[in-house]
Structure formats: structure tokens, C-alpha cells
Nanobody
């Protein structure tokens, strides 16, 4: 059974940075994607970024492009989301998810992810 655990959220001032982590266990497929989504109160869960394996390509939403970097540490089975120049509108609960046999057109599709972590809260405020 796949398990995902996020960490790294917190309270940060506007313009600050955070690095979110998502550790996956029980993952055996060689074709999958790890995605970051976020959900603010009263809003839908929205796509932030994804890392596709084995192509090792990364994809970002327009809202974070240029401010976010997603990376992976194979030895730790962990993906990271580095967020810079944070804005108050980045405040949300950030989730990581796993999608099997992904194609580019489905990476931002929430319903194509079959496993999710519990989320980590990011609050950007002065």
C-alpha cells in the first residue's frame, strides 16, 4: 500500500521561502508521477507542480512558474517543492499525490491521482 507523508510547511513572511517534502513508501511502479496540489479554504484543490518518472520531467502551474522548483532524492524516496518569493495567495494546505502511468495532459488532473498524503499547511503572512 502506498503511503505519502508531507512536511515542511509553516508560517513565512511575504517574499520568504519554504521547502516542502513528500516521502513515499510502498511505491513499486516504474511509471508514475508525484504531484503537488494546494487547497485554500473555500476553494478547489489546484495543481501546483509535478515530477514524472522515469522521464524526470517537471511541470509547473502558471501561478508558481519561476518561483517553484521540484526535485527528487531517490535514496530517500522523497520529492521536494522549493517555493520562493512567497505571496499571501500561496497560503493553502499543500498535498502531494501519486499518479500511475501518467501522460503530460493528465498531470494537472486531480482525479488521476490515486494516493494522497495528509497535507502540510503553508501560511504566508506578515
Amino acid at each position: 500500500q502506498v503511503r505519502l507523508v508531507e512536511s515542511g510547511g509553516g508560517l513565512v513572511q511575504p517574499g520568504g521561502s519554504l521547502r516542502l517534502s513528500c516521502t513515499i513508501s510502498g511505491q513499486t511502479s516504474n511509471s508514475y508521477a508525484m504531484g503537488w496540489f494546494r487547497q485554500a479554504p473555500g476553494k478547489e484543490r489546484e495543481f501546483v507542480a509535478a515530477f514524472r518518472w522515469p522521464t524526470r520531467q517537471t511541470y509547473y502551474s502558471d501561478s508558481v512558474k519561476g518561483r517553484a522548483t521540484m526535485s527528487r532524492d531517490n535514496a530517500k524516496n522523497t520529492v521536494y517543492l522549493q517555493l520562493n518569493s512567497l505571496k499571501p495567495e500561496d497560503s493553502a494546505l499543500y498535498y502531494c499525490g501519486r499518479q500511475l502511468n501518467p501522460i503530460v495532459s493528465t498531470l494537472a488532473t486531480r482525479d488521476r491521482y490515486d494516493s494522497w498524503g495528509q497535507g502540510t499547511q503553508v501560511t504566508v503572512s506578515s
